[in-house]
């Protein structure tokens, strides 16, 4: 990498473990934008690409290769392994609304009960702890795909009355909004990312400790009351939260 | 943990696993909302709560502490080993702007030169491949707690007139708007989860393969021209992104 340094008296040479990360992180956005539906150019090619030694081109890709992304042989070449989904992060829309472009949702309803609700999740639902509410635990597959692992609470009369519907087939949202005849109003959300322990990695079908995505998110009915508090489990390797932000005043 | 079932004929009971679970995800969320100051409650008081068994409530901090969020001691109880700090979805603003409230941010500035741009960071940017832009490499503290390591491509004329400015103790964000003498515009938001590959690991000091979010973000001028493109990798044990939703038309 030619170099030409602006802010310290002496040029700064990049160990290739450095850069070598920095090819991997922009070679897998691209992968995950949709690039190289025919597989990665060669070695030499992005070698040239990057400005890099082919050895950092393959410290990238050996990068790559081990976080599940790209397979590669040596007859032929390196081919993208696994495709990563886009979720919104600008507006609160389910699952199956989101990827309906992408396949259908299916969801393996693993627990629809009533139960007593903990403190804190009693307490985000403005109810009083050890109110009953309605339990929901879904996997959801993007046609065989599992994709993401979803527990919800919901308060109980709405909870009973969307447990009436098909849960395999339809996102809660949905079904929510189908019960009360209009619009749900805002969610907050919170997203973390968190080692799969081992039970959800089984489930999931990731190794224990994989990198996922873990959101909180509460949403309220339009007036405000908050109905529906949800965490969710996305495989890091198959989901992308997409979204824009605006600058505000600082 | 008593269950009345209303989607299937017969009840589920759930495996403790599944309940180990749930007791974790909700204690999670309640440690890093800032629960629990003084320590846990005792393991028979949170079997009280959850409405399940100590051996579930158990197995819920053995993975808790499993992630370093808790330590336990045989004599001391169970106390709160991380802070979690939250960075919001809803606005773009930099990290010191952000942790304000908090304390410090500091920035090892690790890197600061031009390059010439890769063709997809080019791309990104609007501007023909290979022509040369600034890349500065930031590992950045809150006191002395290292939270994310970020990379950044700025177009050259901007990056140029930044680094004049000092990148250790401001934001790029509050530089750009310094030396544009105007408010930014909108940016593209990416968020993923990724396993830390073993020098990112080493940089933010967490175990090979720990989960960290990953944040790409192409932040524009006022005027819709692209500038800033950047690739945050938080670590997960210490961030959490917090923002808010709005249900749109579907």
Redesign the interface.
Known sequence: ????????PT??R?AR??Q???????????I?AG?YPDGLPPEATLAA???VSRNTVREALT?LK??GIIERGTKVGTHVAIR?Y?HG?????GLK?TFKGYGDIRNE????????A????ASRLQLP?GE?V?FV?RLRYLGDLPLSLD?TYLARDIG?AV?EHS?ETNDI?ALIERVIGG?????????????A????AAILAVPD??????L??LTHLDGGRPVDLE?IR?R?DR??????????S?
């Open positions: 990498m030619e170099l030409e340094n602006l802010a310290e040029p700064i990049r473990a450095d070598a990360r920095l090819v991997a992180d922009v070679l897998r956005h691209q995950h690039g690409d990057f400005f990068t081990d976080e990563k886009d992060l600008d507006a609160l829309v609304e309803v693993r627990a629809a009960m009533t139960v007593a903990p403190p804190s999740v702890a009953r309605v635990e527990m009973e447990l849960l949202f619009p749900l109003g805002s969610a907050s959300l919170a997203v973390e990312a968190v080692p322990d081992a039970h959800s400790g994989a990198a996922t995505l873990l909180e998110r965490y996305m890091g989901i992308t939260l997409r979204g824009n932000l605006l600058r505000g600082t």
